[in-house]
């Protein structure tokens, strides 16, 4: 019942102000010449979509820390990257391992955000993962992740990062794990104009209607769009209806002449998600203008 009354009540907004909207990235921070980004935070070497991960990613050198958002049940926009806690390296709030029967059973969109911040998705050993470093650590809110991550960049003086965000969303998924992509943008929007970082953020997805509604309405803002199909460049490009700051693939998907499309389209290129030393260097020498890895430390 809090999701349908909340969510309608936050429709009803959701079509303000688009005029003072369109004017609030004036201009954007100049993109790295080569982006290296950390997957998720470079969940090969620690606990995925944390803090703790993108303060680690910084520390590596990387140019950008990707992560993924929901929305949980009462509003709030959570980094995650799956709609439920992930049992697969989650404990309970009492420390204890969640049944298999149940690996579906919390879903964020169905909780409120003081239930989510109770689960540890650090502690657990993770075998997909064993050069990760364990800890206990909580799914963060987006507000407090910039916050976080904006106090510590200014407190060892370290380089502004971009901020590569993906809107986790599906027409499928509306109503049951997901809002409407109308209210997933403005919820994402608000925080990121108020904690001022559009200038160094992209926006991507796999939902197309998410970074449609971002280009329509806050046009100077970058977007990415994600695809892994076997359908062509132009006809990808063509589904989205629009240019999009920057192309990116399934790094299986992309050839010489992938790259060249995107480049004489004025499209820049970064492959995901690329896990070895000889992946990445020959997509490098190929001509992409970045990479996207769980494990940064083979970016640097």
Known sequence: MRNSVYMVALALSVSASC???????????????FDREAHRGGRGLMPENTIAAMKH?????????????????????????????????????????IPKEDAKKYVLYKMTYAEIAKFDVGSKPYSKFPEQKK???????LGDLIDEVQAYLKSTGKKQVFYNIETKSSAAGDGTVNPDAETFVKL?????TAKGILPYTVIQSFDKRTIQIINKKFPNVRT?????????????????????????????????????????????????????????????????????????????
């Open 19 to 33: 005029s003072a909207q369109k004017a609030l990235v004036k201009e954007n921070a100049p993109y790295p010449k």
């Open 57 to 97: 990613a910084i520390d590596l050198g990387m140019e950008t820390i990707e992560m993924d958002l929901h929305i949980t049940g009462d509003g709030k926009v959570i980094v995650s990257h799956d709609e439920y806690v992930n049992p697969l390296f989650s404990l309970t709030p009492d420390g204890a391992e």
């Open 135 to 141: 800890m206990k650590v909580s799914m963060p809110l």
């Open 188 to 192: 994402t929007m608000d925080i990121l």
């Open 224 to 300: 990415s769009w994600l695809v892994d199909n076997k359908k062509t460049t132009a006809e990808n490009l063509t589904e989205l209806g629009y240019k999009p700051y920057i192309y990116s693939p399934n790094y299986k998907m992309v050839t010489a002449e992938v790259i060249k499309e995107c480049h004489d389209r004025g499209i820049k290129i970064l492959p995901w998600t690329v896990n070895t030393k000889a992946d990445i260097d020959n997509l490098k020498a190929m001509g992409v203008d970045g990479i996207i890895t769980d494990y940064p430390n083979l970016l640097q």
